[in-house]
Nanobody
């Protein structure tokens, strides 16, 4: 099994910054792509940004230029630096990781961390 532990959410005023972290642990050969999703009340979960093991990224248009994803492969950890936050960024943010196991790869999710941006 793979566990994803997130940290770094909280309450911030519009224009402020937050940094999220997500560390993967457990029994796996490697972590492939990692990413962050978010879900606002009454809305579907959406991709914020994903990053491959090699560092290629895919950002949602709404966060380009404001959010930056990075990862430390040695620590199996992904980070999300969120700057110039807006009230519409308010959501529960979920970490996602694709782990290579013995016979196949599987997706895993973190428990979610609340990000609230006040206007």
């Amino acid at each position: 099994q793979v566990q994803l532990v997130e940290s770094g959410g909280g309450l911030v005023q519009a224009g402020g910054s937050l940094r999220l972290s997500c560390a993967a642990s457990g029994r796996f050969f490697s972590i492939n792509a990692m990413g962050w999703y978010r879900q606002a009340p009454g809305k579907q979960r959406e991709l914020v940004v994903a990053i491959t093991r090699g560092g290629n990224t895919n950002y949602a248009e709404s966060v380009k230029g404001r959010f930056t994803i990075s990862r430390d492969n040695a620590k199996n950890t992904v980070y999300l630096q969120m700057n110039s936050l807006k009230p519409e960024d308010t959501a529960v943010y979920y970490c996602n990781a694709n782990a290579l196991l013995l016979a196949a790869s599987r997706d895993y999710w973190g428990q979610g961390t609340q990000v609230t941006v006040s206007s």
